[in-house]
């Protein structure tokens, strides 16, 4: 089966910190995605990468940063978090080879207060 | 632009009562569709997907879903509903085909009575 590892379920941070929410998927995906969800707005595109040291901005990218500088890994990163980014993270990888379908980790839940 | 529509914010049944969710799509071209389930807490477990041929689609826990070109709908059923059942459940449609992108509708929250 294919794993989607985010290694931290939940998070509280300050205001003004810098947060990083990491995510591994071990199946040699080379799709990534970052998604937020919020209650009533569904899941919102952050960030995506197709391969190792690219990136795309998704629909609402404001306020966060990604790297992916390994193909298994791909990391979000919140530069100076605020009270509106507190959220549910999700991650998820795909691949060409696994027929287009789309594997979600289990979130991280950020507070920042 | 591509959208994915969930008219129905929270669906009450009964357990062993059939089950229906819609989902409308916009979409240009011939459109990958999915279904998701959110339990509490949890990530997203994909249900079902279509991507060509047959209109009618299976999924996993017994569920089923039409694809429908000239109602541009994707609706999820299932003929008896579980207490297990209780959750989020998302429709998604791909909007890149290299790249996977997928667009959410808000979600449709079910809740089984016994």
């Known amino acids: 089966d294919v794993k989607v590892t985010q290694s931290s379920r939940y998070l509280v941070k300050r205001t003004g910190e810098k947060v990083f929410l990491e995510c591994v998927q071990d199946m040699d995906h080379e799709n990534m995605f970052w998604y937020r969800q919020d209650p009533g707005l569904g899941l919102r595109l952050i960030y995506f990468?197709?391969?190792?040291?690219?990136?795309e901005k998704g629909d609402i990218p404001e306020g966060y940063s990604v790297s992916r500088e390994k193909k298994e890994r791909f990391s979000l990163i919140l530069e100076s978090a605020s009270t509106n980014q507190t959220s549910m993270y999700l991650c998820?990888?795909?691949?060409?080879?696994?027929?287009?379908?789309?594997?979600f980790g289990e979130g991280s839940w950020l507070t920042v207060v | 632009a591509q959208s994915v529509t969930q008219p129905d914010i929270h669906i009450t049944v009964s357990e062993g009562a059939s089950l229906e969710l819609r989902c409308n799509y916009s979409?240009?071209?011939?459109?990958?569709l999915f279904w998701y389930v959110q339990s509490p807490g949890q990530g997203l477990q994909l249900l079902l997907k279509y991507f060509s041929g047959d209109t009618l689609v299976q999924g996993i826990k017994g569920f089923e879903a039409e694809f429908k070109r000239s109602q541009s709908s994707f609706n999820l059923r299932k003929p008896s509903v579980h207490w297990s059942d209780a959750a989020e459940y998302f429709c998604a449609v791909v909007t890149s085909y290299n790249t996977d992108k997928l667009i959410f509708g808000t979600g449709t929250r079910l809740q089984v009575f016994p």
């Open positions: 990468s197709y391969d190792v040291k690219m990136k």
């Open positions: 979409y240009g071209a011939t459109p990958y």
């Open positions: 998820a990888s795909s691949s060409r080879h696994s027929g287009n379908t789309i594997y």
